[in-house]
């Protein structure tokens, strides 16, 4: 099973807001952690990350919009997101660091992807 699972997606108006979800399943400790998206009209680009000591990063698109938050203990991490665009319209991606228990190696590891549609 892949180890991370994305959830919150959805259909909502332009103006609207959606909280994007995603849970580490099984035996990791979890790093970097970040928010990326593909749009119809782009590549996959980075919507906004956090470190293992809380530092953010967002993309220049987000403008205030999106908060990235995780949860060390619970091993999530979400993505409230208000003031939606049709623009925001994709396929939103979790992307994590994680170190298998037991093991010394890190690797980067991508959900199944959860759609976000905008209406205008």
């Known amino acids: 099973q892949a180890p991370l699972v994305e959830s919150g997606g959805g259909l909502v108006e332009a103006g609207g807001s959606l909280t994007l979800s995603c849970a580490v399943v099984?035996?990791?400790?979890?790093?970097?952690m970040g928010w990326y998206r593909q749009t119809p009209t782009s590549r996959r680009e980075l919507v906004a990350t956090?470190?293992?000591?809380?530092?953010?990063n967002y993309a220049d698109f987000v403008e205030g919009r999106f908060t990235v938050s995780r949860d060390n203990a619970r091993k999530t991490l979400d993505l409230p997101m208000t003031g939606l665009k049709p623009e925001d319209t994709g396929v939103y991606y979790c992307?994590?660091?994680?170190?298998?228990?037991?093991?010394?190696?890190?690797?980067?590891?991508w959900g199944q992807g959860t759609q976000v549609t905008v209406s205008s």
């Open positions: 099984g035996g990791f400790t979890v790093h970097a």
């Open positions: 992307n994590e660091e994680l170190r298998r228990y037991g093991r010394t190696d890190l690797h980067y590891y």
């Open positions: 956090t470190t293992n000591g809380g530092a953010k």
